[in-house]
């Protein structure tokens, strides 16, 4: 029998994605948003929801542009303080010794050491309630050449992002496959 648990905001898997920026001075910062995902691929997009509270909220509003860096299991304790701490009060880029980089589409700064960049063009900003839906236009997206496929697409298993558990506030490592997608599902 199902329980109703009210109206709160679960769903599996949830990424973990960080979200690079510059402020007005080109300071570099980011911050780690566990509410995104791909939302159109033609315009290839993804969307974030973020508070104005945060620093990165006005950052991309600056700017019109963002990056998506997608962690990998090693770098959970970088990812995890990028949520922490406010780029506001502290340079999260040398607190974290990760490497922002200036990326030569979007006016927004990606992270060298996270084998999976997205940069992104502001595309639409919805005001949805406490959070403002955040549309980007994907103009690249960079991969570490260690972690693509022969087929050249970014492999899951070597990237092995980390997922966020919003019911208990915990991350996850990616789990194993099950199956070819759109081939499973047929009857033999």
Known sequence: MKKSIGAITVVFPTPVFVVGTYDKEGKPNAMVCA??????????????????????YANILEKKSFTVNIPSEAQIKEADYF???S????????????????????DAPYIKEFHLNLECSLLHAIK?????LFIGQIKDVKVEEEVLTKEGFPDIERIKPITFNPANRTYY??????????????KE
């Open 35 to 56: 509410w995104g995902g791909i939302c159109c691929s033609d315009p290839a997009c993804l969307s974030i929801s973020l508070r104005e509270a945060t620093y990165t």
């Open 83 to 85: 949520g922490i701490v």
């Open 87 to 106: 780029g506001r009060a502290e340079n999260k880029f040398a607190s974290t010794g990760l490497t922002p980089v200036k990326s030569e589409l979007v």
């Open 128 to 132: 949805v309630g406490l959070h403002t």
């Open 173 to 186: 490592g990616t789990g194993k496959c099950l199956g070819k997608a759109f081939s499973i599902g047929k």
